[in-house]
């Protein structure tokens, strides 16, 4: 099926304040809304209530004479969306159905513009064959089955992590070089009154009770006890 009318948001917009479902107003602001890239035009009537899910798909369908598929009636093929920017379907509410040759179906969230769709095919040779599904089934899908993509690192400038570094690391440093030189500190000192027991000790001895000093500790206590 050939669809009569080129895609887009105005000509959407217009049936709806010509049939009075859509009070002027509110459809003004749902397209500024999907103007400025916040939310797009029908999700933007879905969310705020101004026109139910499905009835919104059905005015698309009779206007711009596409055919009506969902993604609850047609399961997707996975295959479908090999090579495919998952972060701009994401953001357009977009859900491939199946790729036959070079032809990809897609449905769209009731509707889109026909440059987002022509962005689909940049680099990729396809035709896209567009049917409509609904804002919350599309959304839905894709909540369950598309990975957001991670955002991207803060910039950081290596120069005040260069210097924030160095200055830990010499304040690691410096720790370390004191406990060092506290624990030879310590050694030292018990150095000295080893040594100074060690000349005590080999002293010569004069006699046979001076001569006992030059025997160990544990032989000294012996010899009292004996």
């Avoid at 010499?170 to 018990?190: K, M």
Wanted: charged share 25%.
């Amino acid at each position: 099926m050939k669809h009569t009318q080129r895609l887009g948001y105005q000509r959407l917009a217009e049936v709806l304040m010509e049939r009075g479902l859509v009070e002027a107003q509110a459809v003004r602001d749902a397209l500024e809304m999907g103007q400025r890239g916040s939310l797009p035009f029908p999700e933007a009537l879905v969310s705020a209530s101004l026109v139910a899910d499905w009835e919104l798909s059905r005015i698309v369908c009779e206007v711009f004479g596409l055919p009506f598929l969902t993604v609850d009636i047609a399961s997707p093929d996975p295959k479908a969306m090999e090579g495919l920017n998952q972060g701009y379907l994401m953001e357009h509410g977009l859900v491939p159905l199946s790729r036959y040759g070079k032809v990809l179906t897609v449905a769209m969230p009731a509707v889109v513009p026909a440059e987002v769709l022509g962005a689909l095919t940049n680099g990729n040779d396809l035709m896209i064959s567009p049917v409509v599904g609904t804002v919350r089934t599309n959304r839905r899908w894709i909540d369950e089955h598309m990975t957001p993509q991670a955002p991207l690192p803060a910039e950081v400038d290596l120069s005040e992590m260069s210097a924030e570094g160095s200055g830990e690391w010499a304040s690691i440093f410096d720790e370390g070089d004191a406990a060092v030189q506290l624990e030879l500190g310590d050694g030292t000192d018990e150095d000295e009154s080893n040594e100074g027991l060690e000349l005590k000790l080999a002293q010569p001895a004069n006699s046979d009770s001076d001569s006992s000093l030059t025997l160990d500790i544990g032989d000294a206590s012996d010899s009292e006890e004996d």
